[in-house]
Every structure is written in C-alpha cells, then in structure tokens.
C-alpha cells in the first residue's frame, strides 16, 4: 500500500514561511527521487522541486529559486518542502511525488503521488 500524506499547507500573508512535509510509506523511500508540484486555479501541474535519492542534487524551478529548499530524511520516509518570502503567485495545491529512476522534471516522470495539500497566499 503506497501512500504519500502532505501535510503543513496553510493561509499566509505575503512575506511569510510555511514548511510542507510529505510522509511516505509502502515503497522503497530511499532509492526514489523526491519531488514537489503544484497547480492552481486554470493552469497545469507544474514543477516545483526535486532532491535525488542520496540528496546529492536538488532541483529547483526559476521562480523559487532562493526562497523554496527541499530536503529529506530518510530515516523518516519524509520529504520537506520550507517556503519562505511567499508571494501570491505561489498560491496552489502542492503535490508530492516519487520517481524511480532518474531524477525528472515532468509530471510523466513520477510514480506515486500524495493527495495535496492547500497553500494561499494573501497581499
């Protein structure tokens, strides 16, 4: 039984931090790739972050860069997702997802994925 549960989205105002966390169980946690998307209102899911099953190499999309970080704890079956200096333009519903092999970019490239979890951001 694979499951990924999102959890930690939010209100916040413009400016603020929220960290998002993703608790998965039912595969082998350690040897997949981790990766964050989103979607909002009327648009596609998009890339957010990725980090490589030994951490050695995170991905970030553009418009994050500097004020996302993804991390993860293996130990824990857990991803992470810490947002700071959010602006309205980040407001979604933000997924997580595990990909085996690779380290992709695209939403074809992962296998399991969470149910999401809410994030808005008010100016």
């Known amino acids: 039984q694979v499951q990924l549960v999102e959890s930690g989205g939010g209100l916040v105002q413009a400016g603020g931090s929220l960290r998002l966390s993703c608790a998965a169980s039912g595969f082998a946690f350690s040897r997949y790739t981790m990766g964050w998307f989103r979607q909002a209102p009327g648009k596609e899911r998009e890339f957010v972050a990725s980090i490589s099953w030994g951490a050695g190499n995170t991905y970030y999309t553009d418009s994050v860069k500097g004020r996302f970080t993804i991390s993860r704890d293996n130990a824990k079956n857990t991803v992470f997702l810490q947002m700071n200096s959010l602006k309205f333009e980040d407001t979604a519903v933000y997924y997580c997802?595990?990909?085996?092999?690779?380290?992709?970019?695209?939403?074809?490239?992962?296998?399991?994925w969470g149910q999401g979890t809410q994030v808005t951001v008010s100016s």
């Open positions: 997802a595990a990909a085996f092999p690779g380290t992709p970019v695209s939403v074809g490239g992962y296998n399991y």
